[in-house]
């Protein structure tokens, strides 16, 4: 069969010239054909679609509508350009997170010296800071306290941004430039004078309303968008609220919105467990313990590590600890009774549920790391310490007990204090004095010369460190107290746990009722912050211990007071 002679025309329906000339915008007309060329290299293609409704046009006008990105507004400092007629308007650089509008966020210097991070924890937002805040970050880099270092951190993480390739400041940096890519917004910077009016009983020179002023400014210039001012200070969120201003508190650093919402440690089970997971359990002996292999629908709100419990009446309790988790399954092992007195630890039985809980992690060498929360008088340090002594003294499973805790005063500080390190944390271990105390009497064969001799061995297997001297210490066969971990910052707590090497032993401590530094809550704590990261860790425990046991005096102070 003969092939067909080549065309003599490069398309049979379009001129020569159309291949040539870019291509135009035209004004889409749905009653007619419409012409559609994929590219200059590709044959052109013809389409003749039927002719849509009224109903199918507005459709479709709409979908165009909502397919379009948003632009971002222009910051204030950049002028204003007119579009040409006929031009289409750029799409964005990257898709936006979230839907709807994005928010301009006006930063406080407090924001930026409690986490020199934050620019990039706004998501698709944008960042906008006035030059006042800029001066007031200039006067607080100097010296060696932590905000002077969040000051300069802050100082290059801004010199990195306008460093960065295609940086305008004009125009805002935009933030992931940096590798930062969950950060999708820009930061823009005050590059002009504003014009603003705040009321008389603001005095016009003091730093917080000149923010308060820049905040009112960009709120009718960006207008409907919303401005936000982002503050951790209290009383200058009340003053833009009086002036009717939109303002939040910074709340990234925060761990918990709320104490109670804790990860407590421990899970009751339902009174018809065995009812519901009793079908297909399967149990085992293996040494001391026996395990439980249950199913069911319990089992997803389980963590690794995590205490169940059963009590009913009339049937017989379970108290075991969560080993495995796979899909809807999970092994349960029972627990060492700690309550019973021929399993006293150093001379220390306990008293409640949690205690024993407690008990069975500190006395566990595959835990590394244990946190123990509770209010005053449920025997944490009792415990901790008691635990640390027979696993050094006794076991030969630690070298010696490592002791050391936020030194933060309750009231006014008494100045500096003379002597060695340990010396001068003397005053800051009353707690530990105490209750060395108690165990130190819990051998009353050994006579007044036996019990003297046992204090100074146990002294000998305890030291006393510095929290301001840890950095770049290693810590090996250790077992390692931090009391009071509620005044810790995240930060410092990652610094005490990064000290741990191979076979310490961590157990941190404290009661979040009891925070004495003045820039932390509940939710911001760094022993929140330590339960919630290691929840559900192999190797990791936490219990809540509920009932206090020092005096029925204290339980009542605890409760009323």
Known sequence: MPLPSAPSKRADRLPADAFQSPLRARPKQPAKPVLETRSSSAPAVVNTPAAPSAAQANKARTNRKAATPAQPPAPLAATATTEKAGTKPKAAAAPRKKAGPTKLFVLDTNVLLHDPMCLFRFEEHDIYLPMIVLEELDGHKKGMTEVARNARQTSRTLDALAAADGADIAHGFTLSSTGHTEAGGRLLFQTQPLDYSLPTSLPQGKADNQILGVVHALGKAHAPREVVLVSKDINMRVKARALGLATDDYQNDKTLEDGDLLYSGALVLPTDFWATHGQAVESWQQGPHTFYKVTGPAVPSMHINQFVYFEA????????????????????????????????????????????????LLMDPE???????????????????????????????????????????????????????????????????????????????????????????????????????????????????IDEAQNLTPKQMKTLITRAGPGTKIVCMGNLAQIDTPYLTEGSSGLTYAVDRFKGWPHGGHITLARGERSRLADFASEVL
């Open 313 to 360: 009446p009339g049937e017989p309790s379970l108290y075991a600890r969560v080993t495995e988790i796979r899909n809807n399954t999970a092994v349960l092992r029972t627990l060492k009774d700690y309550n019973h007195l021929k399993n006293a630890v150093w001379g220390v039985t306990t008293r409640n549920r949690e205690q024993n809980f407690a008990m069975n």
């Open 367 to 481: 835990v590394d790391f244990v946190t123990l929360t509770g209010t005053a008088g449920t025997g944490k340090t009792l415990m901790a310490l008691a635990a640390g002594l027979t696993q050094v003294l006794d076991d030969r499973r630690y070298t010696e007990i490592i002791v050391t805790r936020a030194t933060v005063s309750v009231g006014e500080d008494i100045g500096f204090l003379p002597g060695t390190e340990e010396e001068k944390m003397g005053p800051w271990m009353g707690a530990l004095d105490d209750n060395l105390e108690v165990l130190g009497k819990s051998d009353t064969s050994a006579g007044e010369w036996g019990r003297a001799a046992t204090n100074e061995l146990i002294r000998s297997r305890i030291k006393i460190k510095s929290m301001n001297f840890m950095r770049g210490r290693t810590f090996l066969n250790k077992y390692l107290i």
